[in-house]
Nanobody, 123 residues
Framework: QVQLVESGGGLVQAGGSLRLSCAAS????????MGWFRQAPGKEREFVAA???????VYADSVEGRFTISRDNAKNTVYLQMNSLKPEDTAVYYC?????????????????WGQGTQVTVSS
């Protein structure tokens, strides 16, 4: 199994940056596809970014060019670097892991989830 612990959320002014971290424990982390999702109040959880075992990435159109997902298998950690933040980026951000090694963009494709970390962007 995989356990995920997120950190790095907070309050930031529009145009600023935050870096989210997701520390994973488990014996198969390096083989897992990883993803970031977010959920704003009253809205469904939506895809943000995903990264495969081989570090290929895919992004939602809304964050393309602003966010970067990366992984450090030696540290069992996945990151989400968020730049040029907008108020509409405000949400709880969740790290997710799947048993498979490929990128996936649907929440149902993931098997393990972090507790979520709040990101608030003020205008």
């Amino acid at each position: 199994q995989v356990q995920l612990v997120e950190s790095g959320g907070g309050l930031v002014q529009a145009g600023g940056s935050l870096r989210l971290s997701c520390a994973a424990s488990g014996r198969t982390f390096s083989s897992n596809g990883m993803g970031w999702f977010r959920q704003a109040p009253g809205k469904e959880r939506e895809f943000v970014a995903a990264i495969s075992r081989s570090a290929s990435t895919v992004y939602a159109d809304s964050v393309e060019g602003r966010f970067t997902i990366s992984r450090d298998n030696a540290k069992n950690t996945v990151y989400l670097q968020m730049n040029s933040l907008k108020p509409e980026d405000t949400a709880v951000y969740y790290c997710a892991a799947r048993e498979g090694s490929m990128r996936r963009t649907r929440p149902d494709d993931y098997d393990y989830w972090g507790q979520g970390t709040q990101v608030t962007v003020s205008s």
